[in-house]
């Protein structure tokens, strides 16, 4: 690999001579404009804007617009002139927690090697990265523009991996995420054991980029003048904007546990089926309580009635007492037995008063 800089990482009064190099390569298969009619390359010509005439590369130079509106032409040593173009120093600012970085912001990465005899600095950075697990966040300037990155550790290896400003990430607004959707506890629970079972370490290894593979297999067979892949057609008679969800969530999630060889514990069936009781329960609460009130309204007629009733009885029992006193006076020498069945009467008539109220004149009438 060659390296696109050379300078030094500064912390404090600490030097680490390093050399950068680009972590990462572009293996997409890239197209060129042609010809369609004969496949003949198409190029392009740096041509002026005033009368058409084609320019070399070596005579074509930069311009930048000044405020005014002219043409400023810089050339490469002007622009080598500028104080961050000279300096050659990858300057850290502050060590932030690794957690604080989202990985959004990650951009570009680039290794970063030794670049003198001895590598201990270099060493004892990476060591004290590692066991603060810290980010060391930085500023350098690369290709005529100053960039934040930050330095961290990557297999052994210190990596420089520059930072998108905040003004280049654009703000999260989704109008598909106005209304919130609500979802149910099995539904969560059935979706952790999904993932669950499909929970493994990262091996990126084993993925392949098969746009590219396929590509190339096209690219072969068109060649070779035959055809790779056939495409079968798709019914869309059925299909709208996408708007629809799945009819059944849950059953989704556990049919796909169910796929993958976990288990899906009918727990969550008893769920559903707690919630419908509960649904259900609540309209028959409901129910209940509007035919309580209207029972409610109806029975103050009936207690009504039955307050009355205690008056007759208490006329019965008056009447009772009286015919009792004269059968007393009237018996005389048997005044003593008499008494006793007029009170064996009372009693009785306490149970049923209505019914024992002829029972009692039966004896007046004997005594007489």
């Not at 030097?15 to 972590?23: H, I, L, R």
């Amino acid at each position: 690999m060659r390296s696109i800089w050379k300078g030094e990482v500064s912390f404090g009064l600490v030097n680490v001579p390093v050399k950068v190099y680009s972590a990462t390569e572009d293996h997409d298969l890239h197209a060129r404009q042609v010809d369609k009619k004969d496949g003949v390359r198409i190029r392009y010509k740096k041509v002026r804007d005033d009368n058409g005439e084609e320019v070399e590369f070596s005579d074509i130079a930069k311009a930048y617009e000044s405020e005014d509106g002219e043409m400023v032409i810089l050339t490469k040593e002007d622009l080598a002139s500028l104080p961050v173009e000279q300096s050659h120093e990858i300057e850290v600012t502050e060590f932030v927690p690794a957690d604080q970085v989202d990985p959004v912001a990650f951009d570009n990465a680039y290794f970063l090697e030794p670049a003198s005899r001895s590598n201990r600095a270099y060493v004892l950075m990476r060591e004290a990265l590692e066991s603060t697990d810290r980010l060391a966040i930085c500023t350098f300037t690369l290709r005529n523009r100053t960039r934040l990155c930050a330095l961290r550790v990557y297999k052994d290896i210190l990596m420089l991996q520059t930072l998108l400003w905040p003004d280049e990430i654009r703000p999260a607004i989704l109008e598909g995420l106005d209304k919130e959707a609500k979802v149910r506890p099995q539904e969560v629970k059935m979706a952790a054991s999904l993932i669950e079972t499909m929970a493994a370490d990262f091996e990126p290894e084993k993925y392949e980029d098969d746009y590219q593979l396929q590509l190339k297999e096209l690219i072969e067979a068109k060649a070779a003048g035959g055809e790779a892949f056939t495409v079968e057609e798709k019914d869309t008679s059925g299909d709208d904007d996408g708007d629809d969800e799945v009819a059944d969530l849950l059953a989704a999630l556990r049919a796909s546990v169910k796929d993958r060889g976990g288990k899906a514990d009918d727990a969550d069936d008893q769920d559903d089926e707690s919630d419908d009781d509960e649904d259900s329960g609540s309209a028959k609460k409901t129910a209940s309580k509007k035919s309580g009130s209207s029972s409610a309204k109806k029975t103050p007629a009936k207690k009504t009635a039955a307050k009355k009733a205690p008056a007759k009885k208490a006329a019965a029992k008056k009447s009772i007492a009286k015919k009792s006193t004269s059968s007393k006076s009237d018996s005389g020498s048997s005044g003593s037995s008499t008494a006793k069945k007029s009170t064996a009467s009372k009693s009785t008539a306490k149970k049923a008063p209505a019914k024992k109220s002829t029972a009692r004149k039966t004896p007046a009438k004997k005594s007489a």
